[in-house]
């Protein structure tokens, strides 16, 4: 590019930001970015600017090589696409501000991403091929204990069967208090009372014949401990405004809820779903109804917990 057509171009895009600064300080910021950018590179980089929260980077390699862009909760987020324009990478900032990097395959869906969760902690999520997370990794607890240390247990239900494995490394006297009801079989042949879709799925509390589960003495809370309340985590329940005062009731988040850890005092993860996550997703569909004075978020036909029992630990 001459000197006189780089003139032009400055000229061109000082007045354009401008022009977008009036609209917003925010987006100005972006543009003044995609701006130095569109000059540094030459001739070969261009740029249009879709919407005033949407601009796009171009190149004579590729029809959209980048594009920097605010979302529905004002967050910005930059999009990196491939060759062919397909979507491969996003990097942004979530709801809560937090940052989030997002790796999509060739349908276009997301197959991993990795974001900070509580306490700042990267959390690691696989992704199945319509995008959906299926298991997620606290990365620095997962390093915190070997894998052959931690007690699994294989959970038998009329829905079929998950593997729970448990955290005592994190969460000590919560994990001793769930394995006493475990090893006293107190759990076999109680059912899973309270299923939410997009929340949890409860259980822990009643037997099959309607009758309360006899329990012991509450267990310590422990919370913010590195285990975040995130889709396939197991946690103990309580009454909201005791904070102290987990038994025998655990439920299994469905979805990410964060939220968790904080709320109310926050609720204890102590462990997560390491195989079995689809039955999980079994459960949490099925119908649930109000009738005959039972809650709405009773199961329809009981889903009944056959059996807990521990597996073997792993060799080395």
């Known amino acids: 590019m001459t000197d006189p057509h780089r003139a032009q171009a400055i000229t061109r895009l000082r007045r354009r930001v401008e022009r977008l600064e009036q609209r917003s300080r925010r987006r100005s910021a972006l543009v003044a970015i995609l701006a130095a950018v569109v000059v540094l590179g030459g001739a070969a980089v261009g740029y249009q600017a879709l919407t005033t929260d949407h601009l796009r980077l171009e190149s004579s390699a590729t029809p959209a090589g980048a594009d920097m862009q ?28 937090k940052p989030e990097l997002v790796f999509y395959g060739d349908n276009g869906n997301a197959r991993a ?70 090893d006293e079989k107190a759990y076999d042949g109680t059912i899973l009372h309270r299923v939410v879709a997009n929340y949890l799925i409860q259980g822990g509390a009643y037997t099959k014949a309607g009758e309360r589960l006899k329990t012991g003495s509450p267990v310590t809370l422990e919370v913010q401990r590195g285990l975040s309340n995130l889709r396939g985590t197991i946690a103990m329940a309580r009454q909201r405004s005791v904070p102290q005062s987990a038994t025998s009731q655990f439920f299994i988040n469905v979805t990410d809820r964060p939220e968790l850890d904080s709320a109310d005092g926050g609720y204890a993860v102590f462990g997560s779903v390491i195989d079995g996550l689809d039955v999980i997703d079994r459960i949490r569909r099925v119908k649930t109804t109000g009738a005959d004075g039972q809650p709405a978020d009773r199961p329809e036909e009981a889903v009944i917990i056959e059996k807990m029992q521990r597996l073997e630990p792993e060799k080395p």
């Open 113 to 182: 991403s990795i974001r900070l969760a509580a306490a700042d902690a990267p959390v690691f999520a696989v992704h199945d091929r319509l995008g959906k997370p299926v298991r997620t990794f606290d990365l620095l607890s997962d390093i915190d204990m070997p894998l052959r240390e931690r007690p699994r247990i294989q959970v038998t239900t009329s829905l079929g069967a998950f593997t729970l494995e448990l955290r005592p490394d994190r969460a000590p006297a919560t994990v001793k208090n769930f394995l006493r009801y475990v």
């Open 70 to 97: 605010f979302d529905t909760d004002g967050m910005p987020r930059f999009t990196m696409h491939d060759r062919e324009g397909l979507r491969r990478v996003d990097l942004g900032l979530d709801a809560a501000g």
